[in-house]
C-alpha cells in the first residue's frame, strides 16, 4: 500500500459537511497565557486548503485550511495588544500572534475584488459547523515551500479524493471575480 | 438548441492530432506585400488555447492559439525589418508586425522558468502536423477582453468537450515548472 499522503489535520481523515444554520464561533491562539481571541459571528465562505507560502498552517502540514468571512463580522476579543500584521504591503494584511506566531485574521482593506473579506482560518475554534473545505488553491506552490516536485501527482491525487479539485490559482468562480473587478476598474464591464 | 461557442477558429469545429515525425514549419503574417515570415524547426510544446489580454488573436477570437518552441528553433527568414517588440518590459517578447499587428515570435530571454522558449501561434502557418492544442490557459482572464461573466460557464463547458481542460492560470506541469524555478532560485529546492 502506497503511503498516505497527508496534508493538513483537519481533512486527512475526511471531515463533514458545514451546518446550515451555524452561528459563528471564536478563534483561539495557540498560547496557553492570554490568547488571542477573535470572535466569527455566522458562517464563512470559499473555504479551502491553500498550498501558498504566505498562509499560516500548523507544524508538519503542507496546506494551510482557509476561509473568508466578511470583515464587519470578524471582532477580535482578549487579547488584541499581542497581534502584529506580518507584512503591511501585502493585500491579506495577516494579523499574527506575536507570541505563538498563529494568523488570527488577514482582512483585505486596499481596493481589491476581495475588499470587505478577512481571510481566516477555522480550525482554531472548537466549534463544529464550519463550511467545510471546497476545493484547494495555490497547489503548485507548496514546492516553494519546500515539497519534493515527485509528490505533486500524490497531493494532487489525494486531493481530488478527498473531494477538493487542485487548483494552482483559485477556484473559478474566485478567478472570475477577480477578472470582473479588473474588468470594471478598466471600464470594459459595465453593469 | 443553444447557441454555438465559438472561441477560436482554428479548434471550433475541432482539430486534428498532431504528427509524430512533424519537421517544422514557416509561419506568415497577414500582409499580402512582404509578409514576415518565422521559420520553426521540429515540433512545438505545450500548445494550448489562451485567455490572457497579451496574446495576438485573430479578430472574433476569444481565446488565442500558442506554443513553444526551443528559441534556437526559431529563425525569422523574411522581412525581419517589419517587426517591432510589442512590450520591452514583458517577460514575453511578444515582436508584432508593425503592419499587420499580428504577433510572429515572442522569445523569453530574461532569468524565467521559461527562458530559451520562443512563444509562437502554430495557425500562421499552411503546414499540416502541429502538435493539437492540449489545454485552456488563463480562462478567467476572457472577461478582461470583454467577454461577458454569465458566459464563463458555458466557455468552460465548451473547452472540455473539445478536450481541453479549462485552467485560469497555466496548466499544473507548466506552473509546477514555474514552482520548481522559484524554489531552486530560493534555495529551497536543491538538486
Chains 1, 2 share one sequence.
Not at 482582512?107 to 482560518?121: C, M, N
Request: contains cysteine; proline residues 7%; glycine residues 8%.
Amino acid at each position: 500500500m502506497p503511503e498516505a499522503v497527508l496534508l493538513h489535520p483537519a481533512i486527512d481523515k475526511g471531515f463533514q459537511p458545514g451546518a446550515d444554520d451555524f452561528a459563528g464561533g471564536t478563534l483561539v491562539c495557540h498560547c496557553l497565557d492570554r490568547p488571542v481571541k477573535v470572535e466569527v459571528k455566522g458562517q464563512i465562505a470559499h473555504n479551502h486548503a491553500c498550498g501558498c507560502t504566505q498562509c499560516w498552517k500548523p507544524e508538519g502540514a503542507i496546506l494551510s485550511i482557509v476561509a473568508v468571512a466578511p470583515t464587519d463580522h470578524v471582532t477580535v476579543v482578549a487579547n488584541a495588544d499581542k497581534l502584529a500584521v506580518v507584512n503591511p504591503a501585502a493585500t491579506i494584511l495577516c494579523h499574527a500572534c506575536t507570541v505563538c506566531g498563529v494568523h488570527m485574521k488577514g482582512p483585505v482593506e486596499k481596493d481589491h475584488a476581495f475588499r470587505g473579506l478577512t481571510f481566516l482560518h477555522p480550525e482554531l475554534s472548537r466549534e463544529e459547523g464550519w463550511q467545510a473545505p471546497q476545493f484547494g488553491a495555490f497547489i503548485s506552490s507548496v514546492i516553494e515551500g519546500g515539497v519534493k516536485p515527485d509528490r505533486m501527482d500524490g497531493i494532487r491525487a489525494r486531493l481530488r479524493q478527498l473531494g477538493l479539485r487542485p487548483y494552482d490559482c483559485l477556484s473559478p468562480t474566485l478567478m472570475d471575480a477577480l477578472s470582473i473587478f479588473a474588468a470594471r476598474k478598466s471600464g470594459v464591464l459595465k453593469d
